[in-house]
């Protein structure tokens, strides 16, 4: 039997009834989660149903505000609901969830968690396992020397190595007693000294064991508990009934069925206390008596055995629709993760298309660069030859002209050597060279460079012709010669003209352009005919 200090919320109908229509009010995600904990563990005893509904609800605003307190406290409680319902295994799985959240953040419900976890372990039997956390929980309330706990988890640890080790139990009982000395409460002395009277009980010393029940009867006062009351005229029932004193054990067995009848009908205590009342009766021989008690006993324990069932029954459904929900939320999860795992493929395949389609963007980039680049490589190309060929026009022209030239000079000196010759034979024979060279000379200069230029610029005659039709071959000569880019006194030097002939011939030849704007340049002009 467990002092525990540690106090359930009970609300009445007319308080949960508030709770909810405060609930109602709030629109604090932090301040729903503690309201719909209040409302859950109001209903918990009376309609298990909407329970699980508030119990959702604070789930999911404690989950909304994702703070590690807010968390705990939602675990911890739920912890505490479900042990409350004997629903031990699902109890703990909550108060370690709640463990997980205060180990981020230094609290002092840290303690009460602890000392949660002792208890429900104490429940089901783990005795390493409650000691484990009962020292924790002793560890912590060193440090705030704070009494009245200390002593109430001494007197704990002691109740669960009285199964184990009576000397080590009493150890830790006595240790609680002297914390209890200076504290006002008489619920805890009662529990250590009728627990000090039990390990003496099992030691086989009756009488310091007798002293000590004494000194828990004597610590009975009003405002104890009537339970407690019970347990300890059970206990002190039971030591007068092994030391074979039947009516001081009726005495007091007497006293507790009489107050369980009322507090605490068809109990486990009820069945203990009169369970020991028919024992007592049937060693001092009143049969009757005996038999009308366990007459009594019976009901109460097929009573407890239906109710054990109804709760284990209880308990299996509780279980079962916690795990269910648990299952159904574990898939949603899922499913949303599948989900999230599906966006990102999606995602990660339109990244993947949008790098695709960007590489090939950029390649064809580079492959239209490196075109225009081919094209400009080309074209510098085309035009380097084509400046190559004018030159081997012009240059050839210009041999042409000096050629003509040099011969011209020659005729004319052959002219004069004739006409100072004497022989007849050296005058036919100046006569026949100067025939042949005139011969050489006949061939048209520029109708041999008309064809080299029309081997360059093919169609440029033709396109010229046909915008300026009256143009004469004069003009488009001069045409040839400009669309080579040559300056007039260039143009002078080939023809054997004057720089001012040429400078009236390109003025004439602009006004048969019809080329009137003075800003526009006629070699540029005639390089547009190709």
């Given at each position: ?70 968390l705990a406290n939602y675990y911890q ?256 999860e899922s499913k949303q993760h599948s ?192």
């Open positions: 039997m467990l002092f525990i200090l540690e106090t359930t919320s009970s609300f009445s109908q007319e308080e949960v009834s508030v709770l909810v229509d405060s609930l109602a009010k709030v629109a604090s995600p932090a301040d729903k989660t503690i309201l719909s904990l209040k409302v859950a563990s109001g209903l918990a005893d009376i309609d298990w149903e909407r329970t699980r509904y508030y119990i959702d609800i604070a789930k999911e605003n404690a989950i909304a505000v994702n703070s590690p307190n807010v409680t739920v912890g505490g609901i479900y042990s409350e319902k004997d629903a031990l295994d699902i109890a703990l799985e909550n108060f370690f969830k709640a463990y997980e959240f205060y180990e981020l953040i230094t609290s002092s419900e840290k303690f009460k968690l602890d000392n949660n976890l002792a208890i429900v372990y104490a429940r089901t039997g783990n005795q390493e396992s409650a000691l484990k956390f009962f020292r924790k929980a002793y560890s912590y309330q060193q440090i705030y020397k704070d009494s009245l706990h200390l002593a109430s988890i001494l007197n704990n640890m002691g109740r669960i190595w009285l199964e184990k080790d009576v000397d080590s139990s009493l150890l830790y009982f006595k240790k609680s007693l002297k914390l209890a000395e200076n504290i006002e409460n008489p619920n805890l002395k009662v529990y250590l000294y009728t627990n000090i009277g039990k390990c003496y009980l099992l030691k086989e010393d009756f009488k310091l064991s007798k002293e000590y029940y004494n000194l828990a009867i004597t610590s009975v006062v009003p405002k104890t508990n009537l339970q407690n009351k019970a347990w300890v005229y059970d206990e002190f029932s039971e030591y007068y009934l092994k030391i074979g004193n039947a009516d001081s054990a009726i005495f007091y067995s007497k006293k507790s069925v009489n107050i369980l009848d009322s507090v605490a009908p068809y109990s486990f205590e009820h069945q203990r206390a009169v369970k020991l009342l028919y024992k007592s009766y049937l060693t001092n021989n009143d049969f009757e008596a005996a038999s009308r008690y366990f007459e009594k006993y019976t009901v109460i324990s097929d009573t407890l055995n239906l109710e054990d069932k109804r709760v284990n029954v209880e308990k299996l459904l509780i279980g079962e629709e916690y795990r269910n929900k648990e299952k159904i939320r574990e898939l949603e989900r999230n795992y599906i966006i990102l493929l999606v995602l990660l395949a339109i990244l993947l298309f949008l790098g695709i389609l960007l590489v090939k963007f950029r390649n064809k980039l580079k492959r239209a660069k490196l075109e225009k680049q081919l094209v400009t490589a080309k074209q510098l190309e085309l035009n380097a030859n084509l400046q190559l060929k004018n030159k081997e026009l012009i240059g050839k022209a210009m041999i042409e002209m000096h050629r003509t030239e040099i011969i011209e000079d020659i005729l004319n000196d052959l002219k004069k050597i004739k006409l100072k010759a004497v022989k007849k034979e050296t005058q036919n024979a100046i006569d026949y060279i100067v025939k042949r060279l005139k011969r050489d000379t006949s061939s048209n200069v520029w109708e041999e460079f008309e064809l080299r230029f029309e081997q360059v610029h093919e169609s440029f005659y033709k396109h010229l012709s046909e915008k300026h039709p009256g143009i004469t071959s004069r003009d488009k000569r001069l045409c040839a010669l400009l669309k080579l880019n040559l300056t007039s006194k260039e143009i002078a030097q080939i023809t054997g003209q004057s720089l001012k002939s040429v400078e009236n011939a390109r003025t004439r030849l602009r006004k048969k352009l019809n080329i009137t704007n003075s800003h526009t340049d006629l070699s540029v002009y005639l390089s547009t005919f190709g």
